[in-house]
């Protein structure tokens, strides 16, 4: 099992920038990949990165490629979303999520296992 706390979130003026860290705690961190998705009231959820294990491996949803870069730091248990050029319809709250090596890297949002609460993300124009 695994536990996971996003922050970072809160309002920029469009063009601006944040970046969002999501911190686990529990098992090994390394034996999970993960994903990033953001949610809007009334919308589906919505992918928006994903890496592999080791970090070599990583996928954008077409909307925000260029624009954002997911990493992550095993010795501190972390994954990061860089955010650049923001739009206003980035605006939601951006969730991490956390599925079993094993299973390999999904933009799917039903193949993870774990997931945080959630950090707002405000985008003014």
């Known amino acids: 099992q695994v536990q996971l706390v996003e922050s970072g979130g809160g309002l920029v003026p469009a063009g601006g920038s944040l970046r969002l860290s999501c911190v686990a705690s529990g098992r090994t961190f390394s034996s999970y990949t993960m994903g990033w998705f953001r949610q809007v009231p009334g919308k589906e959820r919505e992918f928006v990165a994903a890496?592999?294990?080791?970090?070599?491996?990583?996928y954008y949803a077409d909307s925000v490629k260029g624009r954002f870069t997911i990493s992550r730091d095993n010795a501190k248990n972390t994954v990061y979303l860089q955010m650049n050029s923001l739009e206003p319809v980035d605006t939601a709250v951006y969730l991490c999520?956390?599925?079993?090596?094993?299973?390999?890297?999904?933009?799917?949002?039903?193949?993870?296992?774990?997931w945080g609460q959630g950090t707002q993300v405000a985008v003014s124009s």
């Open positions: 999520a956390a599925r079993g090596v094993e299973h390999g890297t999904s933009v799917l949002g039903n193949n993870y296992d774990y």
């Open positions: 890496i592999s294990w080791y970090g070599g491996r990583t």
